[in-house]
Each structure stands twice: as structure tokens, then as C-alpha cells.
């Protein structure tokens, strides 16, 4: 495991999907406990479970499918702000994912938020990721 625990969560979240696995196991930590949290709320995963193993714990995230063909909520999902270059937005210029169909997750002054969450309190922040 790196030292970005959202683009590992993001890559988690996507291999799974590829291999149409309906549990992803991904370290605990209080971004991706946020992050996840945001998920959940608007409907990309179906729970989320806390287990610890010894001294680590870790998430157990169940994701959410449709149908008999297993399509999955969480069609793409993209890393924009990273170690080494962090992109930030006021709440003006933060961006609409697929006209509102998707969500972008910001790390605000008042925690991690989705963006209409951002855009109805009027604060901007570091673009974390976008989801559709």
C-alpha cells in the first residue's frame, strides 16, 4: 500500500468492479472513513463494515449492483488532487460531474463534502476525486 489512501481507495473500489466482487477490504483511516461515509450517503455503495485484525483495522465496503448483468453505481472514478500537485477550487469554479449526475468529493474547511454540499455553504477547497 502507497501513501495516497484515497487513490488506493479508488483503486480498490475499481478492480473489484472489474472482477465483479461484491466486498472490498481497505485500511482505516479518517479520510477513507469520510470518504466512505459520502459514498454510502449518496447510494455508490451499499454498507460499510469496521473490523480490526490484531493492531489494524480496516473497512469492509459492499458495493451495490443492478440487475441481472451486475452493472455497478460507480461507473468511473478519477483522482484530481494529488501529493504532488494539489488543485484547489472556490466554490464558484467547483466543477459539475456529468451535469449533476456524478459527485465531486472536496476536503473543505469544514471536513470532506461532496460538491453540492460545498456549493450550497459557499466554501471551496482541494478537489479530491469525482465519481459517476
Not at 478492480?15 to 482505516?28: C, E, F, P, Q, S
Amino acid at each position: 500500500m502507497g501513501n495516497d489512501t484515497i487513490a488506493n481507495l479508488m483503486t480498490y473500489i475499481r478492480n473489484a468492479d472489474m472482477v465483479k466482487k461484491k466486498t472490498v477490504r481497505v485500511a482505516a483511516t479518517i479520510i477513507t472513513e469520510n470518504i466512505t461515509r459520502i459514498l454510502l450517503r449518496e447510494g455508490f455503495i451499499e454498507d460499510v463494515r469496521k473490523h480490526r485484525e490484531g493492531k489494524q483495522s480496516f473497512f469492509v465496503l459492499t458495493s451495490k449492483s443492478r440487475g441481472r448483468t451486475q452493472k455497478r453505481y460507480i461507473t468511473a472514478s478519477k483522482r484530481i488532487s494529488k501529493p504532488g500537485l494539489r488543485i484547489y477550487s472556490n466554490s464558484r469554479e467547483i466543477p459539475k460531474v456529468l451535469g449533476g449526475m456524478g459527485i465531486a468529493i472536496l476536503s473543505t474547511s469544514q471536513g470532506i463534502m461532496t460538491d453540492r454540499e460545498a456549493r450550497q455553504k459557499k466554501i471551496g477547497g482541494e478537489l479530491l476525486c469525482i465519481l459517476w
